[in-house]
């Protein structure tokens, strides 16, 4: 996997015009959020360099974008003749970028690569990536999410993962409470799930250890009074927790969170953690018949016990616990029927439909009836 250039710190934003000039970049196409861009600061920075550069910006999409207006962006960006491409906000903000760039650099129909009938083979343009929130982290990725007739897809390659990051906490500081809980609690979600996935490695979980520390220190001052340090603290983390999915993937709960959002309008990070604290104990009970993980059960058990040293718990019981007082001391749901998601015929649609790709990194295999209990549990 390739190297980024990576700029990070209060005001490293500063160095975009250094990014643009060793580029030799005259017209930059700009994707960002409709009301995150100017509510960040980050509008106001780019105003700055209008009589410098030319500007083409896009961000005419939804939170959770679709396919055609992903496909209106890869249009605008080619008839554009940009010479680089900047994102700057949010986890789907940069996904659509990603997609834009990588996709525009094709030959064939982008939904072909969407679905997995035609392989990338073209590296598009110098991409960097400028996150706004402290969450999804992905600017340190090289997957992007995007939606197809409501089913999500997830395109991979390492052309996708972003050239440059610049991680300026001070981008953040206006996020308001609900957003930083939303994002803070999906990239927690992410460095749990990262610690305990199949494809962990040493690496990954020198990365998520150290999100999850951050997180659990920090996440509800960020919240509920926030002061630069915890943001600051707060952005490092969601990083980290990127940098770690981006060698593993997520696991069960992201698997069965993405019907959640695209039917019932749950948002991402809500979704995901609602199974979080439940997927913890399920999964530490694995056993001979279920292990999913070649490392094998013991390996699997220490993993966990690890884990909970990190939590600061001394069972699975009290780490869901712990998770829980996360939620509740953010202001998130932890019960599904908050969100309409009430009958048992909801719980099946969402077994039913659950990620089976994501599924696989499980470290514990799951029948479809131990996943409606899991849902039940949380109805
Ligand atoms: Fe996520």
Redesign the pocket.
Known sequence: MKVQDEYTGVHSIENLREIFLKQNAAKVFLVTGRKSFGLSGAENFFKKFSEEFEFIQYNDFSENPKYEELEKGINLFRDSDCDIIVAAGGGSVIDTAKLINTLSAQEKDPAKYITGEEVISNKGKHFTAIPTTSG?GSEATHFAVVYMDMEKFSLAHEFILPDAVIIDPELTYSLSPRHTALSGI?AF??AVESYWSVNSTDASRTFAEEAIKLITGNLNKAVNNPDPECRISMSTAANLAGKAINITK?TAP?AVSYSMTSHYGVP?GQA?SYTLGDFLVYNYNVNEDDINDKRGVSFVKKTFEELLKILGCKSVYEGREKIKQLMTGINLKTNLKDYGISSEEDIRFIADNVNTERLGNNPRSLTNSELLSILRNNL
């Open positions: 999804a999906d979600s992410q997520t992201h991402h995901v």
